[in-house]
């Protein structure tokens, strides 16, 4: 289970973000931070045994001010992501903590690459039968809800804005999301919950890492 002095510690920062207040609270930001990274670590463990992931990476609570209008030093959040193995298996999970029921997970492609994105587009101009099925079915669509993520407002280059798939073709992001109350995040059930969430998500990893492994015409690229 999740410490709850890790939200503690967070509502505390977001009332005193700055240098002094944090330099003064470094011990307890230390314990928070601990124990933020066991069950990360735990959770890597855990997920590993119902996919292959290479690694997991627990993101610095130190915000990168130099080009953003909001100069606080500090996240209020402790947030990190699981990355599979690749080139055979594509996509990603993530998680993030942060009080106030302001938690998520999230799944999916956050920032494909220029031919990864172009070869995703192909295969929704040449048929989105597929995708369509997986992300519409209950049980799917039940834990995950609908495909989120950023997108043009017309069609890219090259694109008919005028083709029955063209609200896959405009998207920059596939992305999935779920939240939870801070109540959840503190429930017995809250590890188990996401495991459960993440393994719902295969079949569509299954189809976008078939995809981005083979051609148009199905063939392997790896």
Same mark, same amino acid.
């Given at each position: 289970?999740?410490?709850?002095?890790?939200?503690? %510690?967070?509502?505390? $920062?977001? +009332?005193?973000?700055?240098?002094?207040?944090?330099?003064? #609270?470094?011990?307890? !930001? =230390?314990?928070?931070?601990?124990?933020?990274?066991? %069950?990360?670590?735990? $959770?890597? +463990?855990?997920?590993?045994?119902?996919?292959?992931?290479? #690694?997991?990476?627990? !993101? =610095?609570?130190?915000?990168?001010?130099?080009?953003?209008?909001?100069?606080?030093?500090?996240?209020?959040?402790?947030?990190?992501?699981?990355?599979?193995?690749?080139?055979?298996? =594509?996509?990603?999970?993530?998680?993030?903590?942060?009080?106030?029921?302001?938690?998520?997970?999230?799944?999916?492609?956050?920032?494909?690459?220029?031919?990864?994105?172009?070869?995703?587009?192909?295969?929704?101009?040449?048929?989105?039968?597929?995708?369509?099925?997986?992300?519409?079915?209950?049980?799917?669509?039940?834990?995950?809800?609908?495909?989120?993520?950023?997108?043009?407002?017309?069609?890219?280059?090259?694109?008919?804005?005028?083709?029955?798939?063209?609200?896959?073709?405009?998207?920059?992001?596939?992305?999935?999301?779920?939240?939870?109350?801070?109540?959840?995040?503190?429930?017995?059930?809250?590890?188990?919950?996401?495991?459960?969430?993440?393994?719902?998500?295969?079949?569509?990893?299954?189809?976008?890492?078939?995809?981005?492994?083979?051609?148009?015409?199905?063939?392997?690229?790896?």
């Amino acid at each position: 289970m999740i410490s709850k002095n890790i939200f503690s %510690f967070l509502k505390a $920062l977001k +009332g005193h973000n700055d240098r002094e207040w944090f330099k003064e #609270n470094i011990s307890t !930001f =230390r314990t928070a931070e601990s124990d933020v990274k066991l %069950f990360y670590s735990q $959770l890597y +463990g855990q997920l590993n045994q119902v996919d292959s992931i290479d #690694n997991f990476k627990v !993101f =610095r609570i130190y915000r990168d001010v130099r080009f953003s209008k909001n100069k606080t030093p500090y996240k209020t959040h402790f947030s990190g992501s699981f990355y599979r193995t690749k080139p055979e298996l =594509r996509g990603g999970y993530y998680l993030h903590l942060a009080p106030n029921n302001e938690s998520f997970i999230a799944t999916g492609f956050w920032n494909p690459n220029k031919e990864d994105l172009m070869r995703l587009r192909k295969e929704f101009e040449t048929d989105a039968e597929d995708i369509r099925a997986i992300i519409a079915e209950p049980r799917f669509k039940a834990v995950w809800g609908p495909l989120e993520g950023d997108e043009l407002q017309s069609a890219p280059r090259g694109f008919d804005k005028q083709h029955p798939n063209i609200d896959l073709i405009r998207k920059k992001q596939f992305i999935f999301s779920k939240k939870y109350t801070d109540k959840e995040v503190f429930s017995d059930q809250f590890t188990q919950n996401v495991l459960d969430s993440f393994k719902a998500i295969r079949p569509y990893f299954d189809y976008m890492s078939s995809v981005l492994t083979t051609n148009l015409n199905g063939e392997s690229i790896l």
